[in-house]
């Protein structure tokens, strides 16, 4: 599915600033002498909160509102880089450190291979502290706690610069230059494809344990709009997982990460004690990891730690190892901010994650942006309605049709940009092209099979088309007519059929089913989990020995290869079928 979601963006051609009105930072920091790029070093502004730290390939990204400030970038064994800058001057820098070296009479030392010990390791032991302690301030050890979660997710087209817009793709729409903007992560020029907000309300229970998500709303705009809701919805969930960095295993992208604070972790990665700094106004240590095995599942990356006997995270900054071999994913940068509640217990604040897949030479750029307020730990009559139903995400209807004013009303100040909220208007700019309209339209039906009555709330669903004309060898050639009701025009009873004629046999074939679902669908009647009660007609051919999992016996692209066949026949079936599926996954038939 997510393999599926990316390739699609390869073919549709559709940015929005992730961050106004403020100025970039980027660079790369070198080894003077060795022109190797260093990864881990500390790039900051100085007397500030505001910086970050280099990847593994020594590149560095970062914003700021300062229109001068002094650039301080630091790491162990090189001496400090300072300087003074003005970011709306220049955004992106070279730096080259140089080396730590100690003259004694004519023989310079300079540093050599690391030789890395645990033993006696003042990190490592600080790092077992970490872990002894990681849960006496989670908020997972209350009994109850809510909070308030805003998402923004973006894909977009990855570094559209002017060469690629001169591309015979893009020159034909001219108008998406006035959308190309510059990733505030990346720093290079992005087109978006998709944008997609969540507002909803996270529940926690302890016991019996229960975790739940209310969604107030959902909104989204881009070339996935006539893509199934929920599948492409579970397509990003799956891109863009929860973090809990104190997890011993974190999941991303259908793998399994072994986190810093693991049991394990100090037999799998080695840990640096680097600068302390001001983080929100605390002192800080940086804590550096890296795995021992650079080609294993684990993160490169930072903690900023509190000094004191609380071992508080105050910042996690995570990303890939270079050398993982890991799908289509190039790149991948997560970032987690935490505050304190009163009586000290950490709260997840801020969280973004950024990712480049590498599907193409540019490849896609995808972010995600979530923040966390309003947190409580007294138990609400809305946490008692939550913890009643038993879904793990409940979504009404009505949140995928809120009005702009519902999301100017309840997203965070400042949440979402101008430009941000344009993907609309992108979108009805590209419609008016035909050569787009007819594209969008043909690739709908080819990933979904169908064509709907209406663009907005179809009553029907006309299809599947691939299965309009086929054959075989009782038959000859064979067309076909048929289609189904949606949720849009009853919750509650669909209907589905088709109707075929075979010009060699001259006989006309049919099915013709009713089911009536016990749960309220949002769009068609499969919608997990099925309880419902179905009646089922079909007259039709039948190939003895063939049973089609993922596709139907009449799609024309099997009509195409399908060899003389003389093992088929022709079948009644009748049939009344009672399904009942569970949250749980246990599911039954009768």
Not at 67 to 72: C, D, F, I, P, T
Not at 210 to 220: D, I
Not at 361 to 383: K, L, M, Q, S
């Amino acid at each position: 599915m997510v393999k599926g979601v990316l390739t699609l963006f390869l073919f549709l051609t559709i940015s929005i600033p992730l961050s106004a009105q403020q100025y970039i930072l980027q660079g790369v920091v070198t080894d003077s002498l060795t022109k190797e790029p260093l990864p881990y070093a500390s790039v900051r502004l100085k007397d500030t909160t505001e910086g970050t730290t280099t990847g593994s390939d020594g590149r560095f990204y970062f914003k700021t509102s300062r229109s001068e400030a002094v650039l301080v970038v630091s790491v162990i064994g090189y001496n400090d880089y300072s300087r003074q800058i003005r970011p709306a001057r220049n955004a992106s820098y070279k730096i080259a450190l140089s080396p730590t070296s100690y003259s004694l009479n004519e023989v310079v030392v300079k540093p050599k291979r690391e030789h890395y010990r645990k033993k006696d390791n003042p990190a490592v032991e600080f790092v077992r502290h970490m872990i002894e302690h990681r849960d006496d301030h989670s908020p997972d050890e209350k009994d109850f706690w809510q909070r308030e979660r805003y998402e923004k997710t973006t894909f977009a087209l990855n570094n559209f610069d002017e060469e690629k817009q001169k591309k015979w793709l893009y020159r034909k729409f001219d108008f998406l230059t006035e959308y190309v903007d510059t990733s505030a992560v990346t720093g290079k020029p992005i087109l978006t494809v998709s944008a997609r907000e969540l507002l909803a309300t996270d529940y926690y229970r302890k016991s019996p344990h229960a975790e739940k998500q209310w969604v107030k709303g959902r909104k989204q705009a881009g070339v996935d709009e006539f893509l199934s809701k929920q599948g492409m919805q579970a397509a990003i969930n799956e891109v863009f997982k929860d973090v809990d960095i104190y997890e011993n295993n974190i999941s991303l992208f259908t793998n399994k990460f072994v986190s810093p604070l693991s049991r394990i972790g100090t037999g799998f990665y080695k840990y640096y004690l680097m600068d302390t700094l001001q983080i929100a106004g605390e002192q800080c240590v940086d804590l550096a990891f890296t795995p021992f095995n650079s080609e294993s599942f684990g993160f490169n990356g930072h903690l900023y730690v509190t000094l004191d006997s609380t071992y508080f995270v105050k910042r996690a900054v995570f990303n890939f190892p270079k050398k993982i071999n890991l799908n289509f994913v190039d790149y991948m940068l997560l970032e987690q901010e935490f505050k304190r509640a009163e009586d000290g217990t950490r709260l997840l604040d801020h969280e973004s994650i950024t990712v480049e897949f590498k599907l193409t030479e540019d490849g896609i750029f995808a972010r995600r942006v979530a923040d966390y307020t309003n947190y409580t730990f007294t138990p609400t009559a809305e946490a008692d309605k939550a913890f009643a139903k038993p879904e793990r995400i409940i979504e009404e209807t009505e949140a995928l049709s809120r009005p702009a004013t519902f999301w100017a009303e309840n997203r965070p100040q400042a949440a979402i940009s101008e430009q941000e909220n344009s993907v609309d208007k992108l979108m009805t700019q590209l419609r008016g092209y035909p050569v787009y309209y007819w594209t969008e339209k043909i690739l709908s039906i080819l990933f979904t099979g169908y064509i709907p009555t209406s663009k907005e709330a179809p009553l029907f669903y006309i299809g599947p088309m691939n299965a309009t004309i086929s054959g075989n060898t009782l038959e000859g050639p064979r067309l076909r007519a048929g289609g189904m009701t949606t949720a849009w025009l009853n919750p509650h009873l669909f209907g589905k059929g088709y109707i075929a004629y075979g010009f060699k046999d001259e006989r006309v074939k049919g099915l013709a089913e009713l089911e009536y679902s016990f749960k309220k669908k949002k769009e068609y009647a499969n919608e997990f989990p099925i309880h419902s009660l179905k009646l089922r007609y079909e007259s039709d051919v039948n190939q003895y020995g063939q049973n089609y999992l993922y596709t139907s016996k009449d799609n024309v692209f099997l009509a195409l290869k399908r060899e003389k066949d003389d093992r088929i026949g022709y079948f009644r079936q009748a049939e009344l079928t009672y399904t009942n599926e569970f949250y749980s996954g246990f599911s039954f038939q009768l």
